[in-house]
């Protein structure tokens, strides 16, 4: 059965990455929200929402195996590992808004490491 979320490494990243933009959406309906009901929604129930959605994509990325061993592929796994949990982990840890600011930067690392691969000088850029 094929993915309906993406299969590969860099189509995986920039599904996942793309949920960023939504999580200032996500982040303002806890907001509104909890004013509210304060007693019914908290920010950990928003990062977990918003995470459901988005490490969806990590399950089916794949490492080439020359790269599973390095820092890059360390890098993936912490992703997949931090995201999942996040998301589908259904644990009773609190997430908060630095654990999605932290998924994100990790899934920036992994590109630049990427592109450092593939023999480039890549520059993250300030926008």
Not at 73 to 82: A, I, N, S
């Amino acid at each position: 059965m094929e993915s309906d979320f993406g299969k590969g490494l860099v189509i995986c990243l920039v599904k996942f990455a793309e949920h960023r933009w939504r999580w200032q959406e996500q982040k303002n309906f806890y907001e509104d929200t909890h004013k509210n009901h304060p007693e019914s929604f908290g920010i950990s129930d928003a990062v977990t929402m918003h995470m459901n959605g988005a490490s969806d994509h990590l399950y089916e990325i794949e490492v080439p195996d020359e790269w599973k061993n390095t820092k890059l592929g360390k890098k993936v796994r912490e992703l997949q590992d931090f995201g999942l949990e996040m998301g589908h982990g259904f644990t009773r840890k609190a997430m908060t808004e630095e654990d999605v600011t932290k998924a994100y930067t990790l899934c920036q690392e992994i590109a630049m490491l990427i592109d450092k691969k593939l023999g480039l000088k890549p520059l993250i850029g300030s926008w």
